[in-house]
């Protein structure tokens, strides 16, 4: 991608679409890569490209928006990431509608900002009302949907609810690996999160089996320091060390 870019550069002067989609990527590598920073300021120039280019709405300046509100996001900066996607958001319902996939993916966005900002319960509502409409535009079995489901009872554990989470979550966990095998990537992050509603309910045992099959597969996909492999590993030494319920 790289090497990509910095071939467009030398062909194309100033804003263009192909360098402005190139940078696009990159900063979604970035975002895979946990590097918040670097991907923030590619999709800062991947947005400041956008607007030149477009003087009205588009949903390519949109998922521009989007990129940098979630780098924002993480960031800690809730006030700008909110600006950027009120702005996206707008966008896309109205150039795509209300249950497209990318208005969806940015109001999935919006919900894991209410939930940063402390508003739980509106950000549950607004995943019930993704939940609802990519359920009925892609179906109960699409990947979104299950997406959309996992996190969902991840919130409910962030918010302490851990008896509304497990059944949330023991469904997705299902359909997950149902789908996709116990060795991806996705099925591990679903175990991940159905064992720390495990772990709320004092289900030790339960939720250790679901870190020990977790743990070794983010590991060989996302190296040994991603957060979400510290993750696994910080709870599974709390299970360990549990001589009785919490």
Known sequence: KRQALAVQRRIFEGANTDVA??????????VEQRDFSRARR??????AMYRELYEGDHPALARALQAVARCALQQGETELASAHLDEAY???????GES???TTRTLTVIARLQLARGEGDLALTTLDSVLAR????????????????????????DLGRYEEALPVLQRATRETIARLGDEHYISAQTLLARARALLGLDRVE???????????VLEETFGDSDERVL???????????ASSPR
């Open 21 to 30: 989609g190139t940078l696009n990527n990159l900063a979604g590598m970035a």
């Open 42 to 47: 590619i999709s800062e120039e991947a947005l």
């Open 90 to 96: 707008r966008m896309n319902a109205s150039l795509l």
């Open 100 to 102: 497209h996939r990318n």
């Open 134 to 157: 990519r359920g009925r535009v892609l179906g109960e079995d699409h990947p979104d949907t299950e997406e959309t489901r996992r996190l969902q009872g991840d919130f409910l554990v």
């Open 206 to 216: 339960e939720a250790r089996a679901d870190l020990s099959r977790a743990e070794p």
């Open 231 to 241: 993750r696994a590993r910080e709870l599974l030494a709390k299970t360990a060390t």
